[in-house]
C-alpha cells in the first residue's frame, strides 16, 4: 500500500494551482462587481467561493479515505462553480472565456478518466454547462447578457476615422 503523501499526489498539485487561481479569479471578478457596485451578499460569496473555497476542498481531499477520487470530484465542482458564475455575472466575454475554459483544462491534465482526451473535457464541460444552466435559471438575469453582446459587437464594429463613439 502506498503512502499517504503519495496517495494524495493530486490533492497538492491542485490546492497549490486552485488557491493561486481562485485568487486572481477574485480580483479579476471582484473589479467587475466593483465597477459595477455590487452589494455586500454578492461580495461575501465570491469570497467565499475563491478565497475559502480552495482551502475547504484541499482539506475534504486530503482526509477522504480516496483523497484522488475526492480531489477529482473537487474539480467536476470548480467546473460548476465556474459555470454558475459565468452566468450570474452575465457572461462577461473575457471573464467567461477564463472561467468556462478552466474547467476541462482542469479534468484534462488531472487525468479525470484516465488519459483519453474527449471525456476528460466532456466531464469539465458538463460541469460547467450544469452551473450554467443552474445560475442562469435562478438568476434570470437578461439584460446583462443582452447588454454584453451589444457591448461585444460595438468593440468588434470598425468606426469611421475622426468619428466619436
Not at 473555497?53 to 477522504?64: K, T
Not at 480531489?71 to 452575465?90: C, F, K, P
Not at 473575457?94 to 491534465?109: E, H, M, R, V
Request: hydrophobic share 50%; glycine share 10%.
Amino acid at each position: 500500500m502506498r503512502d499517504f503523501a503519495t496517495r494524495a499526489r493530486l490533492v497538492h498539485a491542485d490546492y497549490a494551482v486552485r488557491a493561486a487561481a481562485f485568487a486572481y479569479c477574485f480580483l479579476t471578478i471582484g473589479v467587475h462587481l466593483w465597477e459595477r457596485g455590487a452589494g455586500a451578499g454578492v461580495w461575501w460569496l465570491l469570497a467565499l467561493q475563491f478565497l475559502a473555497y480552495p482551502h475547504l476542498v484541499y482539506w475534504r481531499a486530503l482526509r477522504s479515505a480516496h483523497p484522488d477520487r475526492a480531489e477529482r470530484d473537487n474539480l467536476y465542482l470548480d467546473s460548476a462553480l465556474m459555470g454558475a458564475w459565468s452566468a450570474y455575472l452575465g457572461f462577461p466575454t473575457w471573464i467567461t472565456l477564463a472561467l468556462i475554459g478552466s474547467g476541462p483544462l482542469n479534468s484534462l491534465f488531472a487525468g479525470t478518466l484516465g488519459t483519453w482526451l474527449g471525456a476528460s473535457t466532456a466531464v469539465g464541460v458538463s460541469g460547467i454547462t450544469l452551473g450554467v444552466a443552474v445560475a442562469a435559471i435562478a438568476a434570470s438575469n437578461r439584460s446583462a447578457v443582452e447588454h454584453e453582446l451589444a457591448t461585444t459587437q460595438r468593440e468588434k464594429t470598425p468606426m469611421p476615422v475622426g468619428s466619436k463613439q
